[in-house]
């Protein structure tokens, strides 16, 4: 299977439910269940500064201090064209939060959406620590048909 401590559930969707929780439902424009966190931001031709920090935040662990700190990224920021970049890192941490909350009023609305079309949904989540002491909850869903 994947090697992740949910083959067991993902094994008896398959074989109980003959529901594949690792493919991308054709129908569902929900991310699958082992989606990565890059799925979860815009693709845009134009980005925001939200979209960049974040994904900066998320994607290369990048602290809000070097940010503020590191000359080279805020010169390959201002290259991009962004012209107010935040020289304090709780200012970056606001843009950061913002930008959660947008995705996931953005992903409520998609739920909500379907829900409305008469989908179902199956919830499960799991919960871990990272080798770098970094703390993880994953949430798994499955539209029932």
């Known amino acids: 299977m994947d090697g992740s401590l949910t083959g067991g559930l993902h094994n008896h969707m398959k074989l109980i439910h ?3 929780t690792l493919k991308k439902s054709a129908e569902s424009n929900i991310a699958p269940s082992n989606a990565k966190i890059s799925s979860f931001f815009h ?5 925001s500064l939200d979209d960049v920090l974040s ?3 998320a994607l290369d662990g990048i ?4 940010f503020c700190s ?3 990224i805020r010169k390959g920021l201002t290259s991009r064209g962004f012209t107010d970049i935040p020289k304090s890192p709780n200012t970056i941490r606001k843009y950061i939060l913002n ?8 992903t409520k609305a998609r739920f909500d959406k379907l829900i409305s079309e008469g989908q179902k949904f ?3 989540s799991d919960e871990w620590t990272s080798l770098r002491n970094r703390r993880f909850i994953n ?4 539209p029932k048909r």
């Open 122 to 124: 199956s919830c499960t």
């Open 43 to 47: 693709n845009r031709e134009v980005e």
């Open 63 to 66: 602290p809000f201090q070097l």
């Open 139 to 142: 949430l798994h869903h499955l």
């Open 70 to 72: 590191s000359d080279d």
């Open 18 to 20: 003959k529901e594949n």
């Open 99 to 106: 930008y959660a909350e947008k995705i996931r009023d953005e």
């Open 55 to 57: 994904r900066m935040a």
